[in-house]
């Protein structure tokens, strides 16, 4: 069963300051691991990914993610949020191969205050 | 820059009636998904498909239906549309060789009364 966790519904933070939002999975074998963004009212929209090689990964606007085999997690990073960050953001693993399904997490709602 | 595009963007529909959401991708992917977005839940895959002809059940698929007619094309039907299938639907693509990411459409608000 492929599971993915974030563990927290929401996070407030002021402007400027850094943020840091989990994500643990469930998976077997070889996957993809990825962030997405969700701006009000609008389709998601991927940040960054990872597949293998060097664990931390960048992505647009400042974000970046950290892989970690052994806490099975893969946390995102900002280390100075802006207003325009306020948003929801979702994790998302798959295999990697061709015909597997996203799965994501809730979600967590970024609230940045200016 | 990859483009999904959905239709309609708001519906309201009856108890009992059906409705179908259309979605046009671009990008020439094979796959093809169908999301609900609800508040607790996170996005919840209905159906998706690997190409023109083929359609699968996703991890809620009860009470929808989906139709590829072509690679552009995936629709979601609900047959007999339910208060309970008030939700914001998302249709995404994604490249069946690399399966790295998705690309989403804006969504569709569908209130059913």
């Known amino acids: 069963t492929q599971t993915v966790s974030q563990s927290d519904a929401h996070v407030t933070v002021f402007e400027g300051d850094s943020v840091e939002l989990r994500c643990n999975y469930s998976?077997?074998?070889?996957?993809?691991l990825s962030w997405y963004i969700q701006h009000h009212g609008r389709g998601l929209q991927f940040l960054l990914k990872y597949y293998s090689g060097n664990p931390v990964v960048q992505g647009v606007n400042g974000f970046e993610a950290e892989f970690s085999k052994s806490d099975s997690s893969f946390h995102l990073r900002k280390a100075s949020v802006h207003w325009s960050d306020s948003a929801v953001y979702f994790c998302?693993?798959?295999?990697?191969?061709?015909?597997?399904?996203?799965?994501f997490g809730k979600g967590t709602s970024l609230t940045v205050i200016p | 820059e990859a483009a999904v595009t959905q239709s309609p963007r708001n519906k309201v529909a009856v108890t009992g009636g059906k409705v179908t959401l259309s979605c046009n991708q671009t990008?020439?992917?094979?796959?093809m998904y169908w999301y609900r977005q609800d508040t607790g839940h996170g996005l919840r895959l209905i159906h998706y498909?690997?190409?023109?002809?083929?359609?699968e059940k996703g991890d809620i698929p009860d009470g929808y239906k989906a139709s590829r007619p072509s690679q552009e094309n995936f629709s979601l039907i609900l047959e007999l549309a339910t208060p309970s299938q008030t939700s914001v639907y998302f249709c995404a693509s994604g490249d069946h060789i690399s399966n790295e990411r998705l690309f989403f459409g804006h969504g569709t608000k569908l209130s059913v009364l």
């Open positions: 498909s690997y190409g023109a002809g083929s359609t």
């Open positions: 990008n020439n992917h094979n796959n």
């Open positions: 998976y077997g074998g070889s996957i993809y």
């Open positions: 998302a693993v798959s295999a990697n191969t061709g015909y597997q399904n996203f799965y």
